[in-house]
């Protein structure tokens, strides 16, 4: 049996060197000795897609309300990204968002997005990260499982290199688990003698094709991000976005028999495809920067372990090992760091005791229950979709949402609501308010706007003209 009658915070280790491995290893450096991160892949010294994050060559849309939380965690990050070359637009004015009941409505806001790649992101997050000073980095070594018993980790089983010959045990006091959407760290208490943990899937049979692209110079338009969002009976959709160095990133998103192919003769005909010519129209003037790359592991996943079961005290989930989303709705870097910092609230206030896991891991559920209905809610509405029969809640739900994108095309007053929303600025509950449901179910008291009415028989966003 592993003895823990003492609760050392010498050392603490941390499985992944990705967004949710970072930020918790950033917030274990102020209650542990050591901080250990251990990476399987190499890391890139710049900022470049590698194979330990393969939704990476995606298009990562960074919410604002994710990006203050890791402000907070990382002083420095936001000016940081701006000094890379990360660009800025208002959420506003200059994103064109393609409901399936039209253009949203736009007018001036302050929600100012900052846009960046996945790359970018992850390695500034590395920078600053690393500057501290009791955090250490091994890369090149993989995780294999747990010493300890059910009760108490001990430490982690470690293979070294490719080839993977040489393995060793590294001591820890408390272990996390950040490896993300593939990690099989929820598994590795089954071999201590822990019941195996329940996983719920909801699997809308996404796929994805991005690719990046040279803005020309002086592109006439009054956007600056576009989203066209798939639905009930559109299965096609896309994003673009402005990243550093003057580039797009486009990410092509279908359902079902609808998913694009990885070809890139294929990229720029399916653009075409979809419900407005805006996204293709900007990509038959820029010049293309990379190959088209494609995926298909969207499906979201919980698996959180059941409070009233065995399981390591100093043994926790966090990121996507714990709770993963379609990428569709960029929730994943906010999720992260809402959870390394609730990581720091617990540390705070709690020793770290037998019971530390099961409680930490009760308030990621709940930190993290919005995130998973506002996905669930709009995948569940999809016949191509694999999970559970949505609840008479959430089908009640599901029409006063379409409610909402239809007064969103006419009233910006509700727009902004969701804007709020979408950026996790504010909880999904606030769009139930008083003054935005009566904007939403009494036309009455939503003011006519011909600019978007013409935007939505013509397949154009408000400010532009057939």
């Not at 617990?346 to 930490?360: D, E, I, K, M, N």
């Not at 998973?372 to 029409?399: I, N, S």
């Amino acid at each position: 049996m592993a003895t823990h009658s003492t609760r050392s915070r010498q050392r603490a280790l941390v499985v992944g060197a990705g967004m949710a491995g970072l930020l918790t290893a950033r917030i274990l450096a102020d209650h542990y000795d050591t901080v250990t991160l251990i990476e399987q892949d190499l890391l890139p010294d710049t900022p470049h897609n590698r194979r330990g994050v393969p939704q990476s060559a995606h298009l990562h849309g960074l919410l604002i309300g994710g990006r203050r939380t890791m402000e907070a965690l990382l002083p420095g990050f936001t000016d940081q990204l701006l000094t890379q070359g990360a660009p800025t637009f208002d959420f506003g004015t200059q994103f064109a968002l393609l409901t399936p009941y039209g253009w949203a409505a736009r007018s001036p806001s302050t929600l100012i997005g900052i846009s960046a790649s996945r790359p970018l992101i992850e390695w500034t997050v590395r920078q600053l990260v690393l500057t501290v000073p009791n955090i250490t980095l091994h890369q090149g070594m993989r995780v294999t499982g747990l010493t300890g018993d059910a009760a108490w980790v001990t430490g982690v089983r470690l293979q070294h290199g490719p080839a993977a010959r040489s393995e060793e045990i590294l001591r820890a006091d408390l272990v996390v688990d950040g490896g993300g959407r593939g990690s099989s760290g929820a598994h590795w208490p089954t071999v201590l003698g822990c019941p195996p943990v329940p996983a719920t899937i909801i699997d809308s049979r996404v796929g994805y094709a991005s690719r990046t692209y040279r803005i020309p110079t002086g592109y006439p338009t009054d956007w600056r991000a576009c989203y066209v969002q798939t639905g009930p009976q559109r299965r096609r959709g896309a994003a673009l976005l402005p990243i550093e160095d003057g580039r797009w990133i486009v990410t092509l998103i279908g359902i079902g028999p609808e998913r694009p192919s990885g070809r890139d003769d294929d990229f720029l005909p399916y653009a075409r495809s979809l419900a407005t010519p805006l996204i293709a129209d900007a990509l038959t003037t820029a010049t293309p920067l990379s190959g088209v790359t494609s995926g298909r592991s969207t499906s979201s996943r919980r698996r959180i372990p059941p409070t009233n079961t065995p399981w390591p005290g100093n043994y926790l989930l966090t990121g996507d090992s714990l709770c993963c989303f379609n990428p569709i709705y960029a929730q994943g870097m906010t999720a992260a760091a809402t959870q390394a910092a609730l990581l720091e609230d617990c540390l705070h206030h709690r020793p770290v005791t037998p019971g530390f896991a099961r409680h930490y891991h009760h308030r990621a559920a709940s930190r993290t229950q919005a995130l998973w209905d506002m996905a669930a809610l709009t995948d569940l509405q999809h016949p191509e979709t694999r999970g559970p029969d949505p609840t008479r809640t959430q089908r009640l739900l599901a029409r006063y949402l379409a409610r909402l994108q239809q007064a969103s095309t006419q009233d910006p007053a509700v727009q902004h609501a969701f804007l709020h929303v979408f950026n996790l600025l504010r909880p999904p509950a606030t769009l139930l308010s008083p003054r935005t449901a009566t904007r939403v179910l009494l036309p009455a008291h939503r003011p006519p706007d011909q600019a978007s009415c013409t935007a939505h028989r013509t397949g154009l966003p408000p400010g532009k003209t057939p």
